[in-house]
């Protein structure tokens, strides 16, 4: 990588999860390595509470930044410390309002702990590590189902934000002192009120960066087995529903074709049926694969090696971008199709409802709400279908 290139580099995010046991810490710790060695600083991140960053580096990795090579760099966040930083003050104020509500000491402890707060305080550091300047953030996430609920929030949350706080941000600001002069209601401690709104404000822009396919992409990482192939389906179908393009798959521990070993070609004989599935499912993603080894592969070194079997010379970050964004499109003066990707499924995995100016998305556990455009307020949905890849919604003058 030139210095002219790097100048002009924008800053990137890969995401890399899998189902837990594909070794997706090795190749986000490999990924990261071989985009460093090209010129690019670059900080890999885990989001994982199970940390393993260290062991695959070989290397002490602390809850900042921590030096790995000349230009890499490993952090491991602790969401409690993070907690702890910027939101302790939040949550003394709610237990002690929930007290004054008549809730006892334990149970308004217990009420006062924010669900996902945890992981969207880390989405946000990552977010402010883009900021900070690095080239290149590689997140080593935890394993896909903790994955698609932590890139949900910013999408699920945002909803609830500009339903409700716009109408009553203001609302919020000018009647909090009366009410505090009218009742014995404890005083919020400066900054509370203005935290809270500020996490808010920040999460339509958090979705927007991590949405961007020109900033942030998805890696996937699987093993040719049945189950595991199955619900990596399940999660590119579900990162797609919240707006996330995943861009490519890395097919861990695969036996070669000719060896030596009884063992080994008794293993290629398994896995043969799952390769021909994971090239039919997911043909539309730039893939890579790496054989299996007799060890775990940790160290720089190690990881270099594994990184070049990956990628070869390939700039890990240039992989293409093949998913689409959600898009209206026309079908002449009387109608409107809305295509919304949703890569894998089948329509009996969809469930549609609306509810006004607004669409919601069902696939598996997930749901998403989607604003329709204004013209499309007063249509009627007239058919729905998935095709290549897509849901497709069609709507009719009203």
């Known amino acids: 990588m030139t210095a002219d290139r790097l100048s002009s580099l924008k800053p990137r995010v890969l995401l890399v999860t899998g189902k837990g046991g594909t070794g997706k810490t090795t190749v986000a710790a490999s990924t990261a390595l071989r985009v460093a060695d090209l010129g690019a600083r670059t900080l890999v991140v885990s989001t994982d509470a199970a940390h393993s960053l260290s062991d695959a580096l070989g290397h002490q990795v602390g809850a900042d930044p921590t030096p790995v090579t000349a230009m890499l760099s490993a952090q491991e966040i602790d969401s409690q410390?993070?907690?702890?930083?910027?939101?302790?003050t939040v949550r003394?104020?709610?237990?002690e309002l929930l007290k004054w509500a008549g809730a006892d000491s334990v149970r308004a402890e217990e009420l006062a702990v924010v669900p996902g707060l945890d992981e969207l305080l880390a989405l946000r550091t990552i977010a402010q590590h883009v900021a900070d300047g690095w080239d290149a953030v590689i997140v080593d996430c935890a394993p896909t189902a903790e994955t698609v609920r932590l890139l949900a929030l910013p999408t699920t949350l945002r909803m609830y934000v500009d339903r409700v706080l716009p109408a009553h941000r203001r609302l919020a600001r000018s009647i909090a002192p009366l009410v505090r002069r009218a009742s014995s209601m404890p005083p919020a401690p400066a900054g509370v009120l203005d935290a809270v709104l500020e996490l808010a404000d920040e999460l339509g822009r958090l979705h927007d960066s991590l949405a961007d396919p020109t900033i942030t992409s998805v890696r996937l990482v699987t093993t040719p087995e049945s189950m595991v192939v199955a619900e990596t389906r399940r999660v590119w179908s579900y990162l797609a529903l919240f707006g996330y393009r995943v861009a490519s798959l890395i097919v861990n521990r695969v036996a070669p074709e000719q060896a030596p070993d009884p063992w080994l070609r008794r293993l290629r004989r398994s896995q043969e049926p799952h390769l021909v599935d994971i090239g039919r499912l997911f043909g539309d993603l730039a893939q890579g694969q790496a054989t299996i080894r007799a060890g775990e592969v940790t160290g720089v070194e190690e990881?270099?090696?594994f990184g070049r079997e990956i990628y070869g010379l390939n700039d890990p970050l240039e992989w293409p971008l093949t998913s689409e964004p959600q898009t209206f499109e026309g079908l002449g003066s009387a109608s409107q199709l809305l295509r919304v990707p949703l890569p894998g499924v089948t329509g009996g995995e969809v469930q549609l409802a609306r509810s006004g100016a607004v669409m919601l998305v069902t696939v598996g556990p997930y749901r998403?709400?989607?604003?329709?455009?204004?013209?499309?307020?007063?249509?009627a949905a007239t058919g729905a279908r998935i095709a290549d890849g897509h849901l497709e919604v069609e709507f009719a003058e009203a």
């Open 81 to 88: 410390r993070l907690f702890d930083r910027s939101w302790s």
């Open 92 to 95: 003394a104020y709610l237990e």
């Open 303 to 305: 990881l270099r090696s």
């Open 368 to 379: 998403r709400s989607l604003s329709l455009p204004p013209h499309l307020h007063g249509r």
